[in-house]
């Protein structure tokens, strides 16, 4: 029987100072598969595919490429496209002033006299081969960030590449193009291109993927059957405990319902030149609740209007009853209020600052920046959330840029907890992070509420939503369209609200 083995990877090691990033990992890639990378921030998915691309050299370990004699020596990503492994990252490493074309061959040119008639030819017919809904002559920047993906993925296959790594494609798609991605995925497959699909979306993992890897605390847990491994034990295997299905994420924590007595926030008629139109919004003492609705609803720019993060356009804001005026950030975050904001790596780090530094901004920017803390309270003040959110970094002087995302996400929550706020806005807060530090912040979001900070919390996942609020404002086309409490909190409550069957 032909052995259809594309990619074996055997004891591989990996250490950095203090760290034992890998341990003994072994992984096995078969032609026309689709194989799920998994595990939690720092398991070592990605140590594992920087060492197989040539980023990182290996400590110890083989690597062998059908097709190649003996063991691979990668020590480049150069080296990885000769054997052909290709990669395709979260974020597109494209050129969106050039065309389709230029990018498709961009560098793999030579010669001083291009053929562009026969260039622009080739590369229509990789897209039509692929059903991709580009041409040749558009600029990339033109394109839907789906189709720049599916660009990215066609000139790796174009290149002859027999390893496929998909790191994360599917976090800036909506749903209709990840269903387009993914059919560009099963078509690969057919073909006999091996595929590593590294995600953090249970959902597509199961749509997509014919078997799982799972890497946990930088050792291989297993290679499972995707048919053998049901939800619950993929959970429990990336935990390395059992859970089931998530459901004790309340566990000492019920949904609190706020004090009734008290509104922290109440804002009448507040609208925003995003094109929010003017909405009334409360939360209450100590309550969480959240905005919900489809991608492009309004979720975002409804608290970045609350935020003043955006330029507000009409309505009136009262904070515990009184009047105040937020018309940007700093008026918010001297009224109390905190904003973890959407997009982590835009808004929200900075990623050459250490985590220590990150830490103490929004309060330094408060108390101003002629009042410098001592350098021994930034390091009190580091080492406190650092325990406090366990916070996996080698020092509280590591730049944060080297963290995890989930554990960057825990160090804007340590930033804005830090600063004491009344009230915590949490925009997709475990969007890109792992199963275990997703339940992490919603254990800490209940926490919050019990001892009484109000937090408005945002995600995509409408079951992330369910088990952390106890009252949802439900928006659609840039507008409130219901608001559900009580025994309306349901999936399918949700859904006719945001189709419209109420009112």
């Not at 053998?228 to 959970?235: A, M, S």
């Not at 559900?484 to 609200?497: C, D, H, R, V």
Request: net charge neutral; glycine share 10%; aromatic share 6%.
């Amino acid at each position: 029987m032909e052995d259809k083995t594309v990619l074996k990877m055997r004891n591989i090691h990996k250490s950095f100072p203090g760290v034992r990033a890998l341990q003994g990992v072994d992984f096995t890639l078969r032609e026309g598969e689709i194989h799920a990378l998994m595990g939690e921030n720092g398991a070592g998915k990605s140590t594992l595919i920087k060492v197989l691309t040539g980023v990182y050299g290996k400590d110890e370990g083989q690597i062998f490429i059908k097709g190649k004699e003996g063991e691979v020596a990668i020590h480049s990503p150069q080296d990885a496209q000769k054997v052909g492994i290709s990669t395709v990252y979260q974020e597109i490493t494209l050129c969106p002033n050039l065309t389709v074309a230029e990018n498709m061959f961009i560098g793999r040119t030579a010669g001083a006299v291009q053929n562009w008639r026969k260039m622009n030819a080739d590369t229509d017919k990789i897209l039509k081969s692929l059903d991709i809904p580009a041409k040749a002559t558009q600029q990339l920047s033109t394109c839907s960030i789906a189709v720049q993906q599916m660009v990215a993925i066609a000139r790796a296959v174009d290149m002859e590449c027999k390893v496929l790594i998909l790191d994360e494609p599917t976090s800036s798609l909506d749903e209709s193009e990840v269903e387009k991605l993914f059919k560009l995925m099963r078509d690969l497959r057919a073909k006999g291109v091996g595929i590593i699909f590294v995600t953090h979306f249970l959902d597509q993992v199961y749509e997509v993927c014919d078997t799982i890897t799972v890497l946990r605390d930088g050792q291989l847990v297993g290679q499972f059957d995707i048919k053998e491994c049901p939800r619950v034990v993929l959970v429990a295997k990336m935990l390395g405990k059992e859970l089931d299905d998530t459901e004790e994420i309340k566990g000492d924590y019920s949904t609190y319902q706020g004090d009734e007595t008290e509104s922290v926030y109440e804002a009448k008629g507040l609208a925003s030149n995003a094109g929010i139109k003017p909405f009334d919004f409360y939360i209450k003492k100590g309550e969480v609740n959240g905005f919900t609705g489809l991608l492009g609803s309004g979720r975002s720019e409804s608290v970045r209007a609350i935020f003043g993060a955006d330029k507000v356009t009409g309505g009136t804001v009262k904070m515990k009853g009184k009047s105040v005026k937020i018309t940007k950030p700093i008026d918010a975050m001297r009224n109390g209020i905190a904003y973890l904001p959407e997009d982590r790596k835009g808004d929200g780090i900075v990623g050459d600052l250490s985590v220590r530094d990150n830490i103490i901004l929004a309060q330094q920017v408060l108390r101003g920046f002629m009042k410098p803390f001592s350098k021994a309270e930034t390091y009190k003040i580091a080492d406190e959330y650092i325990k406090l959110l366990d916070i996996k970094t080698a020092s509280a002087d590591t730049p944060i840029k080297s963290l995890s995302g989930g554990n960057q996400q825990k160090v804007i929550l340590a930033r804005w907890l830090f600063t004491h706020p009344d009230y915590l806005i949490l925009d997709e807060p475990t969007r890109g992070i792992d199963i275990g530090t997703k339940i992490d912040i919603q254990k800490l979001v209940l926490k919050l509420a019990s001892e009484g900070m109000s937090v408005t919390f945002i995600s995509s996942e409408t079951d992330e939503m369910l088990r952390t609020c106890s009252r949802l404002v439900v928006m659609r086309d840039r507008k409130v369209v219901g608001e559900l409490s009580g025994e309306e909190l349901t999936q399918s409550k949700i859904m006719s609200t945001i189709a419209g069957g109420d009112k």
